[in-house]
């Protein structure tokens, strides 16, 4: 089946059981380039039919689907003419993981970041009534993405606003891991009342008999249904706050699916429609473990094992060294936006079940909620990745660093991150966290850097920035001289001597850059390397006192290069009034970087070690000009 459909306008040809067939012909291949190729699965295989119906009912690009996060959009893909394509899926070049106009424009939005859809879809439909036209405005989004401040607050507003648009629920009961909060509590309340299904389904029915009349019988049905509902659950949240609540339907019944779209077609104002699907859904190994195959590396279909064993990565080296520190302080709590795994708080939820918190996916109240804590005593640990990071900018300022406070933030996936494409890049928090008055800001370079800089950021007492990448290390290093040693505040490390170049460098790249170090010294080149730690402050003693000697410097770190560290050693330089400096910086331009393999992009930008060894190494021997 799945060879005869190449868009919807064939799919709109097939009956029921061809879309059955479809459905599963969607999910083997789904499988088989998940697996080659990494990307999200769970969430794929779960929302097949629901992609099915939607493009059965609705007519894209008129019709607008804006779906939430974006990473369930496989389905979607395939059913827009990137069936070929998707074998590409997140390599350099080929289709993303996520949403993308500039692919097709039956993709309306480029999302990545959770909770954006009904604000989005919500604007589309004020903008189509204010043009006086007529498609129809969809927001696709999860249980885990209607945790989020922004869902609920477009919400509010949409409910409010009377706006036609409808809002699907797509409600697996799991985020990455299982869903939590009060909203959750809700929903599982809804999900077991059946009995709306079928009278929904007895509705649709009757509008299809009396076409005429549709819409005078939906707003009696819609009345009636309100009011006995309000008997049944005595307080239907949606409904309350202004959305005609259409469900719980089997979402993955095509049938029942298009069913209840066809008729919140018809009713006026917001809907939505709570539709339960299962995570996985189709594949045992998934259904079964729907964390662990929300987003995967490439694995055996069979096995369900990855192709390569899982390294230890920085985020596990900051779990293990949590719970050790966790042990001997009894203030020092942990707090996730969803990300439990992710950023490797999975034993420190074991060993302290009372002292780890899940908030949803809600950074900003994550971070509230731990400047709360910190004013009541407590040491809260907030481990979120870079990128999610933007989000609770404000909260960091005004309730962090303003109170000065002492909340240690944990900047997982900080720098490239690769696949994942521009969304989810962690190259500005070094430039927006720099501006931050109040802030420490440091980088490790290495797994024994970041546990030093845990227990250092612990005892500090006021707001403290970590930033460490995704995956592994690139180098261990050994015990560098006795006073480099301990971490102490706004103190660089010297990791080699010499007269010819500075080189400084942050976090991952200076295993990088003593590599070049090692290379140069081959060539009778003799850099002085400085590991600088802390990007805020800045060490400018041992950055001066290195660029007056050899009147040329190096930056190289893994970030966007404005504001980050080749700004703040450029400005140290005017400060101190340093004059004929030769000043070269690596790091991300002033861009989106799209996805590809972290390797691949270092390369297309510059920052691999070749290229950076062969431009110093040209500069000292010809003395050429950076
Ligand atoms: C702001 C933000 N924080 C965290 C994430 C990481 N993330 C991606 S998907 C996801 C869970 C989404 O759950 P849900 O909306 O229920 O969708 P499902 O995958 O279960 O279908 C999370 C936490 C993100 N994309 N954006």
Known sequence: MLEKVNSPEDLKKLNINQKTELAQDIREYILKIVSENGGHLASNLGVVELTIALHSVFNVPEDKIVWDVGHQTYVHKILTGRKEALKTLRKLDGIAGFPKIKESETDCFNTGHSSTSISLALGMARARDIQGKNNMVVAVIGDGALTGGMAIEALNDAGFSHSKMIVVLNDNEMSISKNVGGLNMFLSKLRTKKLYTKSNISAKKLILKIPVIGKPVVKIIQRLKRSIKQLIIPKMFFEDIGFTYLGPVDGHNIQELENILRLSEQVEGPVLVHVLTKKGKGYKIAEENPDKF???????????????????DYSKVFGDKLVEIAKRNPQVVAITASMKDGTGLTEFQKEFPDRFFDIGIAEQHAVGLAAGMAKAGLIPVVPIYSSFYQRAYDQVIHDVAIQNLPVVLCV????LVGADGETHQGLLDMAFFRLVPNLTIMAPKDFKELEDMLEFAIDLKKP????????????????????????????AEILSEGNDITIVAIGKMVARAKNIQEKLLEDNIHAELINARFLKPLDEDIIINSISKTKKVVTIEDGTLIDGLATAVEECIIEKK??????????????????????????????????????IKNLCLKEESL
């Open 578 to 615: 340093l004059e004929n400096i030769n000043i070269k910086s690596y790091g991300y331009p002033d861009k989106y970087i799209p996805h590809g393999s972290v390797s691949e992009l270092e390369k297309i930008y510059g920052l691999d070690e070749e290229k950076i060894y062969d431009d």
């Open 294 to 312: 929300h987003a995967t590396s490439p694995f055996d279909v069979e096995t369900g094992e990855l192709k390569s064993k899982k390294k230890k």
């Open 412 to 415: 997982d996936r900080a720098g």
């Open 464 to 491: 403290v920035v970590i930033r460490y990448p995704r995956g592994g290390e690139e180098r261990t290093f050994e015990l560098n001289d006795e006073k480099y040693q301990t971490i102490q505040e706004g103190k």
